[in-house]
């Protein structure tokens, strides 16, 4: 059955950098881009882009370019989010999600919490 | 950008009760609009896609409606399982803007 595992919650310090995976299992990898959603804590699913799985294109929402880089590795079929010069504003649940059309098929998500 | 707005923010309703939640998109989006379910603490849920479309699975007693602009999400009896706050997102192009959520608990 479709499946997205992300690895497990981080725990980083301002400045650092944090890279979440998305491993998908159970469907073709390539056949559907992969989404990536915030949601800070107490707060509302907030669409951050996503990437074109066949090409690797990345497309990032206003407030998600600079910092945030979503890339591939498809011989694993895994997706993946990077975050640098993190800040503590970036403390948040990071899902993964599979769209066709609609957002199908979520990862169970990653907490990031970024502290001193 | 378009803009995506859900009324009411949050609602208490009985067991056995209509709902209806609505959804705004400031631009017209054909009827490129889904609607998902979380349940607290949980992983958000796709529940209605194409505005109208039941996802596999979910019941029957969820129905959603509208086209362009303005869009409905009804749960025709209100069961204590449902107690979720739902959100309506675009997908017609990007960015695929979520609406604020809608937060349902029982009365």
């Known amino acids: 059955q479709e499946q997205l595992v992300q690895s497990g919650s981080e725990l980083k310090k301002p400045g650092a950098s944090v890279k979440v995976s998305c491993k998908a299992s159970g469907y073709s990898f390539t056949s559907y881009a992969v989404n990536w959603v915030r949601q800070a804590p107490g707060q509302g699913l907030e669409w951050m882009g996503w990437i074109n799985t066949k090409t690797g294109n990345p497309t990032y929402a206003q407030g998600f370019t600079g910092r945030f880089v979503f890339s591939l590795d498809t011989s694993v079929s895994t997706a993946y989010l990077q975050i640098s010069s993190l800040k503590a504003e970036d403390t948040a649940v990071y899902y993964c999600a599979r769209r066709p059309a609609a957002l199908d098929y979520w990862g169970q998500g990653t907490l990031v919490t970024v502290s001193s | 950008d378009v803009q995506m707005t859900q009324s009411p923010s949050s609602l208490s309703a009985s067991v056995g009760d209509r709902v209806t939640i609505t959804c705004r998109a400031s631009?017209?989006?054909?009827?490129?609009l889904a609607w998902y379910q979380q349940k607290p603490g949980k992983v958000p849920d796709l529940l209605i896609y194409a505005a109208s479309t039941l996802q596999s699975g979910v019941p029957s007693r969820f129905s959603g409606s509208g086209s362009g602009t303005d869009f409905t999400l009804t749960i025709s009896s209100l069961q204590p399982e449902d107690v979720a706050t739902y959100y309506c997102q675009k997908y017609n192009s990007a960015p695929f803007t979520f609406g604020p959520g809608t937060k349902v608990d029982i009365k």
């Open positions: 631009q017209g989006i054909s009827n490129y």
